[in-house]
């Protein structure tokens, strides 16, 4: 099992991102996925969640309408649509699959882990 984000970077107050996720070696389309992220000196955090279909999505209070997770299964991809950035945003971000199909918020809920990508939010 393997999963493998890209797309972070450094990014002005204010800008976008797009994290990327190529999930490998396991049912992706079983699976829901997740975003977590983790800041120096802080506590790993829950981003965001969505159904194997991507019919469902939940985020944490501090991204909704900021944040967007989307999937596409034919490929065994998940993706994080970051806008409005701030600084407090600057993590480290981790692309996370679970065996079963339904969003859960806690890091224990999750089977696979990817590596993370940093994203740092500064001008």
């Known amino acids: 099992v393997q999963l493998v984000e890209s797309g972070g970077g450094l990014v002005q107050p204010g800008g976008s991102l797009r994290l990327s996720c190529a999930a490998f070696g396991f049912t992706f389309s079983n699976s829901a996925m997740g975003w977590f992220r983790q800041a120096p000196g802080k506590e790993r955090e829950f981003v965001g969640s969505?159904?194997?279909?991507?019919?469902?999505?939940y985020y944490a209070d501090s991204m909704k309408g900021r944040f967007a997770i989307s999937r596409d299964n034919a490929k065994n991809m998940v993706y994080l649509q970051m806008n409005s950035l701030k600084p407090e945003d600057t993590a480290v971000y981790c692309c996370t699959g679970r065996r079963g199909a339904f969003i859960r918020t806690m890091p224990d809920d999750y089977d696979y882990w990817g590596q993370g990508t940093q994203v740092t939010v500064s001008s």
């Open positions: 969505i159904s194997w279909s991507g019919a469902i999505t």
